[in-house]
């Protein structure tokens, strides 16, 4: 039964604590809720804090759309020893002296992990390897190689510096490691290097600064006014070009028909777009098949 007989149908903007798994959030929001269909963008660490977005009900529909925009983190790093997890959570597998390094040198370096760079997932992740997640195998005790793969990364700033340890903002793309990130960093500058502490600050639209606490989540699951945290399913949508149909287009769209609508926004083949009735409801996503010939991709109305 939905909480309140409500169906829920949009993002939670919540601010993920420490020591609790993405999964867990989920399953807390999935208990208040009532709501079945509950998913996150985005895996946070347990040990790492901040934005995950929390989807519900027909929202879970668009978790591939949040997922490919750009990612925000304030990273507490530490040099001169690691882990086999590459974070604090690990175990000590090297420690050496860094007392050499200089804020100019973790500078430089830095340039180097600036735009496409290809990056090793470490052993303690949930990447797939012969159908089994990577932490399975080193939890076991195994290690395994692992493919190098193309990631992004769009700015590298050292915003605070305390020998031995740093504060880098790094705003990146998906499937970037910051763990990964601290540990080749740590390679290149001959001491090693460990993540000690990981809040995501900015996840596409969805910013800390208003993002809601779990136990303020839990209260107001409590109090009926849960709803003012509730984005509408659409919010991470507003960047795409949007198009609006009649209800002849509407019924077509059900049916998974191809719609013509002339020349509406972008110029690509394999482009999408938001659409909404006449009315303002939203009803989905279009992918651009021709010039003027879009395929629905989500129908959600």
Known sequence: MLYN????DGILNINKPEGLTSYGVVSRVRRLSGERRVGHAGT???????VLPVCLGKATRIVEYIMGAPKTYLAGIELGTETDTYDAAGAVVSRKDSSYVSRQMVKIVLDSFCGE???????YSAVKHG??????LARAGLTTERKSR?????????VDWQPPCFTLEVTCGKGTYIRSLAHDLGQALGCGAHVKTLARTRYGCFDIKDAVPLSTLEEAFRNGDWQQYVYPVDFPLKDLPAAVIDEAGEAAMRNGQVLHLGEVCPAEPDDVCRVYSGDGRFLGILRRLTEDAWQPEKVLG
Not at 5 to 8: F, H, N, P, S
Not at 44 to 50: H, K, Q
Request: hydrophobic letters at 40%; a neutral charge.
């Open 150 to 158: 193309p990631v992004t990364v769009y700015r590298l700033d050292l």
């Open 117 to 123: 760079i290809l990056q090793t997932p470490p052993m």
């Open 131 to 136: 159908g089994r997640p990577l932490y399975a």
């Open 5 to 8: 007989d409500v169906r829920m």
């Open 44 to 50: 946070l660490d347990p040990a790492a804090t901040g």
